[in-house]
């Protein structure tokens, strides 16, 4: 099973949100969605699982359009953010009841993952959701998205406003269901550290465009960081590919990603170092030095 977009477009206004993208999913797999704020991770996410009509492209489920097909749908998952502005008059529904709801809307609903996630997170499910912490929220998106048992099952910022044990018991519940199912999940990230041990492909979007698509250790062992003065730098990396390059003084510093049967000339005077995932994201998404 897979999911796909082509030449997939969502445009509000004069701006195109999401600019033509075309993104496979493979079952089976823990993608990290990651780019600066506004760069169209979110309604990518809603226009993927069709709670937000594209302005062009298509979405497809093996084959199959997503938009309101219900055989379809019922194997996608986006738990998003709560919003209980109130405006969206989530805000007075309590716990127990969203989770009710969220148990019809999904036909593979695991009710006993659910009591077993809610007493794990002490949630106080005859709370209204308006009178929940940020962190409680999360803890009500996670429980959703794990207990749906969907194949596809997409989270945005889960972990936002949880401690770091928090945090922490939630990419673990992540990798014994992922272990124990092989379902597919996509996560949408600011927190790209703690992540990034749990993911196996990486999604970055650059202004509502898919910069690339890669396995993240693949592109962690072709990520360095290379330092040193600038003319020894410069000819260290002739020919490679060079991203932020940093400069103060007479030093330099330049991330560089190596493609198959390339390296850095390491007998000029330069200090290589390897890049964390955070690290490489900024490289890529992250002002570049004005010339």
Not at 104 to 111: G, N, R, S
Not at 144 to 149: F, G, P, T
Not at 188 to 207: C, F, G, K, M, Y
Request: glycine letters at 8%; aromatic letters at 6%; charged letters at 25%.
């Amino acid at each position: 099973m897979k999911l796909q977009c082509t030449d997939l477009v969502k445009t509000y206004g004069y701006l195109n949100a999401v600019d033509h993208v075309d993104l496979t999913l493979e079952q089976g797999k823990i993608y990290g969605l990651i780019g600066r704020n506004g760069a169209g991770k979110t309604t990518l996410l809603s226009l993927l699982t069709a709670q937000n009509p594209a302005t062009s492209g298509e979405v497809e489920l093996d084959g199959q359009r997503v938009w309101e097909n219900r055989s379809a749908l019922d194997h996608l998952c986006f738990s998003r953010e709560l919003n209980i502005s109130p405006e969206t008059g989530l805000g007075n529904i309590k716990v127990k009841e969203y989770l009710r709801i969220a148990s019809v809307y999904y036909p593979h609903w695991d009710a006993g993952m659910a009591q077993r996630l809610v007493a794990l997170f002490r949630l106080p499910v005859k709370k209204k959701l308006q009178k929940l912490s940020k962190g409680m929220l999360s803890m009500v998106t996670i429980v959703v998205a794990l207990a749906s048992k969907a194949e596809f099952t997409f989270l945005d910022e889960p972990v936002a406003g949880l401690d770091v044990v928090a945090r922490d018991q939630f990419y673990k519940l992540l990798l014994e269901e992922y272990s124990a199912t092989g379902r597919t999940f996509v996560i949408s990230t600011h927190i790209i550290e703690e992540a990034a041990d749990v993911l196996e492909e990486v999604i970055i979007l650059r202004e509502g465009k898919l910069l690339m698509v890669e396995n993240v250790q693949d592109l962690l062992d072709s990520a360095r960081y290379v330092s040193g003065r600038a003319e020894e730098v410069d000819a260290a990396v002739t020919g490679l590919e060079i991203h932020h390059a940093e400069s103060m003084g007479r030093s330099k510093g330049v991330a560089v990603l190596l493609r198959q049967g390339q390296a850095i000339d390491e007998s000029r005077d330069v200090t290589v170092q390897p890049m964390s995932l955070q690290k490489v994201f900024v490289a890529l998404c992250g002002e570049e030095e004005k010339a």
